[in-house]
């Protein structure tokens, strides 16, 4: 579980120029206000004006820059802003899938010339990274123009963004709200209309959760699918990155963008899909929880209108139970999470000694630390066996389905200071019962998806989560595009937008 902190295991986060027409014509375009060239815009979209020479990359950044000044003080997404620079790079030829395009670059991925705070205490006056991630080249090989850096909880460690280095990022469909996490900063400025997509990474539901709470796209990629080191993430790699947008074909664009394509690719390549298959899927639904709880009424009733659809659309779907146990699984998986607290904890200390570590880490960064401590190299040991066979009846599901169905959380988008990092420890693991679906993709290098289906009573988006085997993205996409068309949620617009 070593690793350096200030490098790639926490960039992790515990987390093609020419654009086929079929994918440029996937989802209607709005007419841009006057003033602002965005519009609503989605990425491929902005991208295609660019080349249109419709609007310059320069006009493009300048409206993304003037929408981060108006919502930031409304939501605190954004942790340092790279104004100037994007300025600089938009002024120069542009190239790749998304020439032009704003962006944010989350956190906990390092930017040459920006500070990486991981949003931290510890890292609050952090130098300027003199080198960036392969991953993070992959990135700006794409053509984006980052604006900024997206705020995360510490070290990405909850699914809330409400670190004490920055506050809270709030809900921009309520912002009493949480955004979720840890790609929290990222979800609320896409959702707001600050840039039409966004970086975000996932160790165990980070870009699942926060495009749930926020109305939007989230994919969580294979293990091994896309552009980066994963041998320094221990015996079970559970990071991996990705992007938050309004529109799957978005999504696909810069999943086909930071991919691995060359002679290290695990799996074959996936191809520009442009739309839905006509392939029937056998679908497996489960509304309880991996641990048998009964998630809220609203999000259940929810799930159960999608499937309903799924079997109108002519898939055969099915009750079902994955065959996971539940409960050792997730007290596994949270002492494994928390290996990595102690890893910081340890190197936060020896990089800062004679400081208090309650000055530098959080209480929930500590509490994990030293639950980990406790158990030591026996118990961790115990933790990895349970997750890689937890990772053996996974995949033993497959083919006996093709996709499984779930809610992405057990309810609504939490409150603010529901799940602080202040609580006392043994108060903030009950978060396991509201994230209880989403880190199991994680242990078993699976992809998933979670898609913008339904809404609560209230006005806050209710994800829906989609997963299949692992190097199967193909097959979520294809439904996906379809979901996107039966179930359309392209004219939601949250409370707080630019």
């Known amino acids: 579980m070593s690793?350096?902190?200030?490098?790639?295991?926490?960039?992790?986060?515990?987390?093609?120029?020419?654009?086929?027409?079929?994918?440029?014509?996937?989802?209607?375009?709005?007419?841009?206000?006057?003033?602002?060239?965005?519009?609503?815009?989605?990425?491929?979209?902005?991208?295609?004006?660019?080349?249109?020479?419709?609007?310059t990359p320069l006009e493009a950044v300048e409206s993304?820059?003037?929408?981060?000044?108006?919502?930031?003080?409304?939501?605190?997404?954004?942790?340092?802003?790279?104004?100037?620079?994007?300025?600089?790079?938009?002024?120069?030829?542009?190239?790749?899938?998304?020439?032009?395009?704003?962006?944010?670059?989350?956190?906990?991925?390092?930017?040459?010339?920006?500070?990486?705070?991981?949003?931290?205490?510890?890292?609050?006056?952090?130098?300027?990274?003199?080198?960036?991630?392969?991953?993070?080249?992959?990135?700006?090989?794409?053509?984006?123009?980052?604006?900024?850096?997206?705020?995360?909880?510490?070290?990405?460690?909850?699914?809330?963004?409400?670190?004490?280095?920055?506050?809270?990022?709030?809900?921009?469909?309520?912002?009493?709200?949480?955004?979720?996490?840890?790609?929290?900063?990222?979800?609320?400025?896409?959702?707001?209309?600050?840039?039409?997509?966004?970086?975000?990474?996932?160790?165990?539901?980070?870009?699942?959760?926060?495009?749930s709470c926020c109305g939007l796209v989230g994919l969580k990629p294979s293990r091994g699918r896309h552009i980066t080191d994963e041998r320094d993430q221990g015996p079970v790699p559970i990071s991996v990155n990705g992007c938050v947008s309004h529109s799957v074909r978005d999504t696909v664009a810069w999943l086909y963008s930071t991919q691995r394509t060359g002679d290290d690719k695990v799996f074959e390549p996936v191809g520009m899909i442009a739309g839905a298959s006509a392939r029937k899927l056998r679908i497996g639904v489960q509304i309880k929880t991996f641990l048998g709880k009964d998630p809220d009424t609203e999000v259940a009733g929810e799930i159960a209108k999608v499937a309903a659809t799924l079997k109108q659309l002519g898939h055969d779907v099915r009750e079902f139970k994955a065959p996971i146990d539940g409960a050792a699984f997730s007290d596994a998986f949270t002492l494994y999470w928390a290996g990595m607290a102690l890893d910081i904890r340890e190197q936060v200390k020896a990089k800062a000694p004679g400081v208090a570590l309650e000055e530098l880490l959080e209480p929930l960064s500590l509490g994990l630390a030293d639950l980990a401590e406790k158990a030591g190299p026996a118990g961790m040991a115990r933790a990895v066996a349970t997750l890689q066979r937890t990772q053996r009846k996974y995949e033993g599901m497959f083919p006996g389905i093709d996709v499984l169905l779930t809610p992405v959380l057990a309810k609504p988008p939490a409150l603010i200071?529901?799940?602080?990092?202040?609580?006392?420890?043994?108060?903030?693991?009950?978060?396991?019962?509201?994230?209880?679906?989403?880190?199991?993709?994680?242990?078993?290098?699976?992809?998933?998806?979670?898609?913008?289906?339904?809404?609560?009573?209230?006005?806050?988006?209710?994800?829906?989560?989609?997963?299949?085997?692992?190097?199967?993205?193909?097959?979520?996409?294809?439904?996906?595009?379809?979901?996107?068309?039966?179930?359309?949620?392209?004219?939601?617009?949250?409370?707080?937008?630019?």
């Open 64 to 211: 993304a820059i003037a929408r981060a000044e108006k919502i930031q003080p409304q939501l605190n997404f954004m942790v340092t802003d790279m104004f100037a620079h994007a300025r600089e790079a938009a002024a120069k030829p542009q190239t790749g899938m998304f020439a032009g395009v704003p962006t944010l670059i989350k956190d906990l991925n390092d930017v040459t010339g920006f500070p990486t705070k991981f949003g931290s205490r510890a890292f609050a006056g952090a130098p300027p990274a003199t080198a960036q991630t392969p991953y993070t080249n992959s990135i700006m090989a794409s053509g984006v123009v980052p604006i900024g850096k997206s705020t995360t909880p510490e070290f990405g460690f909850t699914a809330t963004t409400e670190p004490l280095l920055t506050g809270a990022t709030l809900n921009p469909w309520n912002t009493k709200h949480s955004s979720g996490g840890s790609s929290g900063g990222s979800a609320a400025a896409v959702a707001a209309g600050v840039v039409p997509i966004a970086h975000a990474s996932d160790g165990g539901g980070s870009i699942r959760i926060p495009a």
């Open 3 to 55: 690793m350096d902190i200030s490098r790639r295991r926490l960039m992790e986060g515990a987390a093609a120029v020419g654009m086929t027409a079929a994918l440029a014509a996937c989802a209607p375009e709005k007419p841009a206000p006057r003033g602002d060239v965005l519009g609503n815009l989605d990425a491929v979209g902005v991208a295609e004006k660019i080349r249109n020479k419709e609007f």
């Open 417 to 498: 200071g529901e799940y602080a990092p202040t609580l006392p420890f043994e108060k903030f693991l009950t978060i396991q019962d509201y994230v209880a679906y989403t880190p199991l993709i994680n242990a078993v290098g699976a992809p998933a998806i979670s898609l913008p289906l339904g809404m609560s009573s209230t006005g806050l988006p209710l994800g829906a989560h989609f997963a299949a085997k692992g190097g199967d993205e193909q097959t979520l996409i294809e439904l996906a595009y379809q979901l996107e068309q039966a179930l359309p949620w392209s004219g939601r617009k949250p409370g707080v937008h630019a």
